[in-house]
């Protein structure tokens, strides 16, 4: 059986692992827009998280696997349709994520100074498509709405002393901009509550603790929480106790001391839904969010925000906006929730098209880290293997694979880069970074990609 995946993240990779190693004479294909491979590994994950990108070595070894074959460069959609990539394949796994963000909807929102958390990250992450951002960082407030763990993150960057992100593979474009930085203050604003926020207790302890930064929690959140907690799940229970620590008990002198002296400071509001960016005087740039306050009906993760009619402004120059992904449809031939902004599938198993398959985001929606991903995938991959186990896709008749799909991307001017050719790429980003003392130093322009590679 000859199996194509589209998309090279962590969803395309461990979809292609475990076909590799559940069926002894599958071929997988992987394909990717970009020249280089592994996604929000590389895209997504925190610059100063690099024990997250560990996976990244699994996945080499899959790309190595003489089984196995990466084809970047190759926009499917556009350069080969997915109905070209089915009469190619025995089966066609769409793995491509959630390319865009949403968007909050409120007046103000394209105004200078709002960025979405996923071209913020893009950006200090050398993401091609974000590497023109410039965000303006001449402001001394920032706003980040919503409170998952891509919101920590981003404060977590806007207040790491430099010389903590110089020791990572964090872009020398942001870095520079990072050091001319005037933000000394980051609010994470979110319209629920407390017991309600996305983060882990992992990213929350290390904002705890990062260096030069205090946190500023209101006592009157957190008063009389240990109660509502005592009988929660036991990860929801040590996140909010630390929260109530953090927020309720005196530090250590020693503490207290590193605290005062802090020229940073970063902070949780809860009960607030943006309402509106409003202007300076000019009407060009933001000067503040209008928020809504809300009181929650209902309690735990399916209490929801009511707007009580009352409103506050919070001030500031810069606003992210960090309220979650959005997949994208990737060709009309393929059925979409736009809604829930997922592809329909049953394990998998894209609804009404035979031989089609979807795993990761696009499959479930952009939530969970890399190893619910990996479940994820591998439920999927399942599905592949048992269809093929009980001839519900016919192997009897033979699939090019890439043969076919060579031809027609020939015929429309389209080159892919190899998993050496990313090889390639890799050993020059390495030795950019060995001279600058960091791990690597990423090549952020597609062109300059190809170029090193003879393209």
């Not at 001449?138 to 110089?166: F, K, Q, Y």
Request: net charge neutral.
């Amino acid at each position: 059986p000859r199996v194509c995946v589209v998309g090279s993240g962590p969803a395309g990779f461990y979809t292609a692992q475990h076909i590799l190693k559940h069926h002894g004479g599958a071929r997988v294909d992987i394909y990717e827009k970009l020249p280089v491979p592994f996604g929000l590994v590389r895209f997504g994950v925190a610059p100063d998280h690099p024990e997250v990108k560990n996976v990244i070595n699994a996945f080499t070894q899959t790309a190595r696997s003489e089984r196995c074959t990466y084809y970047g460069n190759v926009t499917v959609g556009r350069d080969v349709t997915v109905a070209e990539l089915q009469q190619a394949y025995h089966a066609v796994v769409l793995s491509y994520g959630a390319e865009d963000n949403r968007v909050l909807g409120i007046p103000g929102e394209n105004l200078s100074g709002v960025y979405s958390a996923r071209a913020f990250v893009g950006w200090y992450n050398g993401l091609p498509e974000n590497r023109d951002l410039k965000p303006d960082l001449s402001c001394e407030t920032a706003l980040i709405l919503g409170h998952g763990n891509v919101a920590l993150d981003i404060a977590r960057i806007l207040l790491s002393p430099l010389d903590l992100l110089r020791k990572t593979d964090i872009t020398d474009g942001s870095l520079a901009a990072l050091a001319c930085s005037k933000v000394k203050r980051v609010w994470l604003v979110g319209r629920r509550g407390p017991l309600q926020v996305a983060f882990t207790i992992k990213e929350l302890r290390e904002m705890i603790n990062l260096p030069g930064a205090r946190p500023v929690l209101n006592p009157a959140d957190f008063t009389g929480l240990e109660n509502a907690v005592k009988d929660a799940p036991r990860p929801r229970k040590r996140l909010t106790e630390l929260m109530i620590k953090t927020a309720l008990e005196k530090p250590g002198a020693k503490m207290m001391e590193a605290q005062a002296a802090a020229p940073r400071e970063w902070g949780l509001k809860f009960q607030r839904s943006p309402q509106e960016v409003l202007p300076t005087a000019d009407g060009r740039r933001a000067r503040g969010v209008l928020m809504a306050l809300t009181c929650l009906e209902g309690s735990g993760d399916c209490a929801k925000a009511i707007p009580t009619g009352d409103v506050e402004e919070l001030e500031c120059g810069l606003v992210l906006s960090s309220i979650g992904y959005r997949s994208l449809p990737l060709d009309p031939a393929v059925p979409f929730d736009t809604q829930r902004g997922i592809i329909p599938n049953s394990s998998g198993r894209v609804d009404g098209v035979p031989g089609l398959y979807c795993s990761g985001w696009v499959k479930r929606g952009p939530t969970g880290v890399i190893i619910t991903t990996m479940n994820d995938s591998f439920d999927t991959a399942q599905s592949v293997l048992e269809d093929l186990q009980v001839g519900m896709l016919d192997v009897s008749t033979s699939r090019e694979g890439f043969g076919a799909v060579e031809s027609i991307l020939h015929s429309r001017g389209v080159r892919p880069v190899s998993f050496s050719d990313w090889e390639k790429i890799d050993a020059a980003e390495v030795a950019r970074g060995k001279a600058a003392g960091k791990p690597r130093e990423k090549i952020v322009d597609p062109q300059e990609m190809l170029q090193l590679i003879g393209h």
